[in-house]
């Protein structure tokens, strides 16, 4: 059990460099409720002390949709669920350029392009790059791209076209994982990650909570981002599509929510800590997390699932920020 002191003691320490353990975190975890609104606040002066009044919001776009061919149990898209999806090819760069110049007057930082498929093809990433060096060219966004299990000279050529940062989810733990997905491996999503570092690409990588993982898993993962050194983590919370494997899965409350952001800026002090899919069955959208250690959003509409207005977010997270937060818009 936790300690009178220790969450104070442990966020001291955090602030002066130190890197919490697996024990101590999973000793965070287990905070009783009646403690929990002292932990977010902990990890809210945290996340004060690191980044000020910094907040960073990311767009998303499909550029390539349909029925893919891996197997992730919790996505409508999965080639195992039995749901109808609509498929698209890549879009043309006339297309992706003019949707980037909406997100553009929106004020968004980072505009994220995801494809569907185990691994972007060559042809494929020739073709998006002209629309990726315009929108480097015409806009204010940086441009991030998730486009699966990429090869070495494939990062180098998104690199080249303007691309700052690969997305590609470790999604649990390393013990979790073959429960949610078999046709690639955790291995291949590290060794993914590590080409992009390589590459000179910044890296967004996180997860899905609510997937029938334990805490542990849910830590495991953190102190592996840690030590890949990752500069954006995504939480994603189950949003249970009727059809796939979890269809019917209950939903994560706002408060396990809430614990498990706070948790992760312990572990993660220096990382955009980025509420993503799932903020919708939320009673308060998600915005109990952006005093709880999350300084970072996907908005508007994610892949296959609704998401929050991107009005609605600027405008809460500019009460919540105040005018200092001169880096929102």
Same mark, same amino acid.
């Given at each position: 059990?936790?300690?009178?002191?220790?969450?104070?003691?442990?966020?001291?320490?955090?602030? &002066?460099?130190?890197?919490?353990?697996?024990?101590?975190?999973? @000793? !965070?975890?287990?905070?009783?409720?009646? #403690? $929990?609104? +002292?932990?977010?606040?902990?990890?809210?002066?945290?996340?004060?002390?690191?980044?000020?009044?910094?907040?960073?919001?990311?767009?998303?776009?499909?550029?390539?949709?349909?029925?893919?061919?891996?197997?992730?149990?919790?996505?409508?898209?999965?080639?195992?669920?039995?749901?109808?999806?609509?498929?698209?090819?890549?879009?043309?760069?006339?297309?992706?350029?003019?949707?980037?110049?909406?997100?553009?007057?929106?004020?968004?930082?980072?505009?994220?392009?995801?494809?569907?498929?185990?691994?972007?093809?060559?042809?494929?990433?020739?073709?998006?790059?002209?629309?990726?060096?315009?929108?480097?060219? &015409?806009?204010?966004?940086?441009?991030?791209?998730?486009?699966? @299990? !990429?090869?070495?000279?494939?990062?180098? #050529? $998104?690199? +080249?076209?303007?691309?700052?940062?690969?997305?590609?989810?470790?999604?649990?733990?390393?013990?979790?994982?073959?429960?949610?997905?078999?046709?690639?491996?955790?291995?291949?999503?590290?060794?993914?990650?590590?080409?992009?570092?390589?590459?000179?690409?910044?890296?967004?990588?996180?997860?899905?909570?609510?997937?029938?993982?334990?805490?542990?898993?849910?830590?495991?993962?953190?102190?592996?981002?840690?030590?890949?050194?990752?500069?954006?983590?995504?939480?994603?919370?189950?949003?249970?599509?009727?059809?796939?494997?979890?269809?019917?899965?209950?939903?994560?409350?706002?408060?396990?929510?809430?614990?498990?952001?706070?948790?992760?800026?312990?572990?993660?002090?220096?990382?955009?800590?980025?509420?993503?899919?799932? #903020?919708?069955?939320?009673?308060?959208?998600?915005?109990?997390?952006?005093?709880?250690?999350?300084?970072?959003?996907?908005?508007?509409?994610?892949?296959?699932?609704?998401?929050?207005?991107?009005?609605?977010?600027?405008?809460?997270?500019?009460?919540?920020?105040?005018?200092?937060?001169?880096?929102?818009?």
């Amino acid at each position: 059990m936790i300690k009178a002191d220790m969450i104070n003691e442990l966020k001291d320490k955090v602030i &002066d460099g130190y890197s919490i353990s697996r024990d101590e975190a999973l @000793l !965070l975890a287990d905070t009783p409720d009646s #403690r $929990l609104d +002292e932990l977010c606040r902990a990890a809210d002066e945290i996340q004060r002390h690191f980044f000020d009044n910094d907040f960073d919001m990311c767009a998303v776009i499909s550029v390539k949709g349909g029925r893919c061919s891996e197997n992730c149990r919790y996505c409508a898209q999965s080639s195992c669920a039995q749901i109808p999806v609509p498929a698209h090819s890549m879009i043309s760069p006339d297309e992706l350029a003019a949707n980037a110049q909406l997100r553009n007057i929106d004020g968004i930082r980072h505009y994220c392009l995801v494809s569907t498929g185990r691994r972007v093809s060559d042809s494929d990433i020739a073709y998006i790059c002209e629309g990726i060096s315009r929108i480097c060219r &015409d806009t204010h966004l940086t441009v991030c791209t998730s486009f699966g @299990l !990429l090869k070495p000279d494939q990062l180098r #050529r $998104l690199k +080249e076209a303007g691309v700052a940062r690969i997305h590609n989810n470790l999604e649990t733990s390393r013990r979790y994982f073959p429960t949610l997905c078999t046709s690639h491996t955790y291995d291949e999503k590290i060794a993914t990650i590590r080409a992009a570092r390589e590459a000179g690409l910044e890296v967004c990588s996180g997860g899905i909570f609510g997937v029938g993982e334990t805490t542990e898993d849910r830590i495991d993962m953190a102190l592996t981002l840690r030590s890949l050194d990752v500069q954006s983590v995504p939480v994603n919370m189950l949003d249970p599509v009727p059809g796939t494997p979890f269809g019917e899965t209950p939903v994560l409350t706002r408060d396990e929510v809430r614990r498990i952001i706070a948790v992760y800026r312990f572990i993660l002090p220096r990382q955009y800590i980025r509420l993503a899919a799932g #903020r919708d069955y939320l009673s308060d959208s998600g915005f109990s997390c952006f005093h709880s250690g999350s300084n970072a959003a996907i908005t508007g509409d994610m892949l296959t699932v609704k998401g929050i207005s991107i009005d609605e977010d600027i405008n809460t997270i500019k009460k919540r920020w105040g005018t200092a937060c001169n880096r929102l818009i």
